[in-house]
């Protein structure tokens, strides 16, 4: 079973590349842009395919990744299956750090955005945890509403940034809200790579300890998890991988919620299985995701962020329903 | 021997102390019963003991050495506990809850070896969950979820064994089996506490009653010792009447408050 749902994860992933990188080519046929691949061909397919699909994809399949990976981790720290980053307010934070450092910082500076998109979601992390926090760890309820309370003040602060931005920077700082992989490069693609590679690290070595997690504080404390260390340094690495996909691709949300939880009804609940096969579902998902959004209303290209909601909003709702 | 020692403890939450000075020994193959009204403080003493909750004044001693001075995963290898309530998130299967029990002895890579299996294999036998090992625990009922957790503690094998309320939601043929339980695991030289609300129960289990009030000792002993009627009329403020049963053990019968009105 778990077998056979492994091929299936890899089977979409394979789809997804090839669909994303060779159907649609203005001009040129699929097996034309697959010989581009290789460097043959026309030089404006091969411009095409390599200079602006692939640098798009892989950033497509390094954010979904990343969301889902925060998504899976986030849920099991916080014992919550309704976690997600962009519902808990995090990607918000980090939208509003990148916004703020958009519209204010020097062109040089550019590089900081990563960096700074990361400490907004780390704030907004704890900003959501402080707010949520009751005697016996964390309530869910009030989890989702400290959710709805940051997302509130980020999105207040990103209007009132968008307000006042110079204007050649608004639309870089408007990319952001509407989460769009339309400006992906490779150096954005390498610049991401850090934020995903080391948080999946640390959360792979965590692994266990939040599986002990997912019931509870007191649980998990007395099977020996050092609470207040673990937490810390998983909160970090939600945040990092929250902040890489946000500064490099905007607010995208619903990836970090839906993935965990399809990957749980077919590999079950051991949480390194998860986190990897949560990163690859979330990578193919969200890949798909920006080629629906690139195809739906063509010429017109829409939001990525629209296509994941979509999507998502019934599945949130369907989870809300089963809640206790 | 001592196991687990607390010295004058002190602890609570957001600054306002629940337990307020409380002496208590585990002793290997002993079990001391924690008895008292509904917010005494029996819980935040038993989570001072397990170290999950910090002292605010006092130590925990473990094997003689403070808590402090052991790290967590240790700690949770010879202190095994078992909440009152466990937060069932997720649709795990009993056995993956059962197996959770090991972790303090695998640390953060290891697999699981043949130990592990055994351990958590007896302790889904001993609490009877062979027909429940890969369902849900979301589905099961409250005292089934009491028997998995429970398990999940005896598959440790841990020296010492907290047990918070582990008797309030399983019908009587598991409360008879928790009985026999606790008395195979001191036979094995496992040192128990447990806080129970059923006198009789804590009769069954225990060699020695701590009383709680307020926060505070207000009796402790053995049972015979320890069991008067004044007991009962001073901290709950009910009329008790003491009977002997089998074995010359006390019997504790509340009476009601029309009979003795009469």
């Known amino acids: ?324 | 021997m001592t196991l687990l020692r607390g010295l004058a403890l002190y602890g609570g939450y957001g600054g306002r102390a629940v337990v307020r000075g409380v002496d208590l020994e585990v002793t290997s193959g002993r079990c001391v019963a924690l008895l008292g009204p509904n917010g005494a403080g029996k819980t935040t003493l038993v989570r001072l003991l397990a170290g999950v909750l910090p002292a605010e004044r006092g130590t925990v001693e473990l094997l003689g050495r403070p808590l402090a001075a052991w790290r967590r995963r240790e700690v949770a290898r010879e202190v095994a506990l078992v909440p009152q309530q466990v937060h069932f998130a997720f649709p795990l299967t009993v056995r993956e809850v059962i197996e959770q029990g090991r972790a303090p002895h695998l640390g953060p890579w290891r697999p699981p070896g043949p130990e592990d299996h055994a351990a958590v294999a007896e302790a889904i036998a001993r609490l009877d969950l062979a027909g429940l090992a890969d369902a849900p625990v979301q589905r099961l009922s409250g005292g089934e979820r009491q028997r998995v957790v429970l398990a999940r503690a005896l598959a440790t094998r841990a020296r010492v064994l907290l047990l918070d309320e582990p008797a309030a939601a399983l019908d009587l043929r598991h409360q008879l089996d928790l009985v026999a339980i606790v008395a195979r695991l001191r036979g094995d030289g496992v040192g128990v506490a447990v806080v129970v609300h059923d006198w009789n129960l804590a009769l069954e289990l225990a060699d020695e009653l701590i009383v709680l009030q307020a926060g505070r000792v207000v009796a402790a002993g053995r049972p015979e010792e320890t069991i008067r009627p004044e007991l009962f009329t001073a901290v709950f403020g009910v009329e008790v009447e003491i009977l002997r049963g089998r074995n010359g053990r006390p019997v504790v019968v509340p009476r009601m408050a029309d009979s003795t009105a009469g």
């Open chain 1, 1 to 324: 079973m778990r077998r056979r749902a492994d091929t299936a994860l890899a089977v979409l992933l394979l789809a997804a590349l090839a669909a994303s990188l060779l159907l649609a080519v203005p001009g040129a046929s699929a097996g034309e842009a697959l010989a581009a691949l290789a460097g043959q061909g026309r030089p404006e397919v091969v411009t095409i395919v390599v200079g602006i699909r692939l640098p798009r994809l892989a950033l497509a399949l390094a954010v979904g990744a990343a969301l889902a990976l925060a998504g899976a981790a986030l849920q099991a720290l916080l014992a919550n299956p309704l976690a997600d980053p962009f519902l808990l307010g995090i990607s918000g934070g980090g939208a509003a750090a990148a916004t703020a450092a958009y519209a204010l910082l020097p062109i040089a500076a550019l590089g900081l955005v990563p960096a700074a998109a990361m400490a907004g979601a780390a704030c907004a992390t704890t900003v959501v945890w402080w707010m949520a926090r009751g005697p016996l760890g964390p309530s869910p309820t009030r989890m989702l509403l400290a959710g709805v309370a940051v997302n509130a003040a980020t999105s207040a602060l990103i209007l009132t940034l968008l307000a006042v931005a110079p204007s050649p920077r608004l639309a870089g700082a408007l990319a952001i809200t509407m989460g769009s992989f339309a400006s992906a490069s490779p150096a954005a693609v390498l610049w991401l790579l850090p934020y995903l590679l080391v948080p999946a690290a640390v959360l792979l070595h965590y692994g266990r300890d939040l599986g002990l997690l997912a019931l509870g504080e007191e649980s998990a404390a007395a099977l020996g998890v050092e609470l207040a260390a673990v937490r810390r340094t998983v909160f970090l690495a939600a945040a990092a991988l929250c902040g890489g996909a946000v500064a490099f691709a905007g607010v995208i949300g619903f990836i970090g919620l839906v993935t965990p939880h399809l990957v749980r009804l077919v590999w079950g609940m051991e949480p390194r299985r998860l986190f990897l096969r949560s990163a690859l579902a979330g990578a193919a998902l969200t890949a798909l995701g920006d080629l629906l959004a690139r195809r739906a209303l063509a010429p017109v290209e829409l939001p990525v962020g629209v296509v994941t909601a979509v999507l998502g909003v019934p599945f949130f709702v369907a989870l809300l329903r089963r809640a206790p």
